[in-house]
């Protein structure tokens, strides 16, 4: 069954604000209101459910670093630069999950450059 064109609306109306909010420290909104969000939406989430968000986090970041090990120092240097972008900047408050963010896109980097340093055997695997 296809949503109706209320209930895109909506989503797309929901959407848009998270997005905006990216802009001010990364969706910071005020704090007594980012706890109650946070509180109600940790709660409808089963240990199995976190444990599986978890699961496919790390898979995740093992992704980023392995596709990063391969990056042109160019790409590396954006990476960085994106880091320090979303940092707080003059006159937004300092955003303690956006500060952690940027910090953990800098730690990815590091990480892959440590199998920058692993030669290949040619298939772009390295011998073990």
């Given at each position: 069954?296809?949503?109706?064109?209320?209930e895109?609306?909506?989503?797309?109306?929901?959407?848009?604000?998270?997005?905006?909010?990216?802009?001010?420290?990364?969706?910071?909104?005020?704090?007594?209101?980012?706890?109650?969000?946070?509180q109600?939406?940790?709660?409808?989430?089963?240990?199995?459910?976190l444990?599986?968000?978890?699961?496919?986090?790390?898979?995740?970041?093992?992704?980023?670093?392995?596709?990063?090990?391969?990056?042109?120092?160019?790409?590396?240097?954006?990476?960085?630069?994106?880091?320090?972008?979303?940092?707080?900047?003059?006159?937004?408050?300092?955003?303690?999950?956006?500060?952690?963010?940027a910090?953990?896109?800098?730690?990815?980097?590091?990480?892959?450059?440590?199998?920058?340093?692993i030669?290949?055997?040619?298939?772009?695997?390295?011998?073990?």
């Amino acid at each position: 069954m296809l949503p109706r064109d209320s209930e895109m609306s909506d989503a797309w109306r929901a959407r848009q604000r998270s997005l905006s909010r990216w802009e001010n420290e990364g969706g910071a909104v005020p704090s007594s209101h980012r706890e109650r969000t946070v509180q109600s939406d940790a709660a409808h989430l089963t240990n199995s459910e976190l444990v599986q968000l978890r699961v496919r986090v790390i898979a995740l970041e093992n992704l980023v670093t392995s596709l990063l090990a391969r990056s042109s120092d160019r790409q590396l240097d954006l990476v960085r630069e994106m880091a320090t972008y979303i940092r707080p900047r003059p006159g937004f408050t300092p955003h303690h999950l956006t500060i952690r963010a940027a910090a953990e896109m800098i730690h990815l980097v590091e990480r892959a450059a440590h199998f920058r340093a692993i030669p290949s055997n040619g298939r772009g695997v390295s011998p073990c």
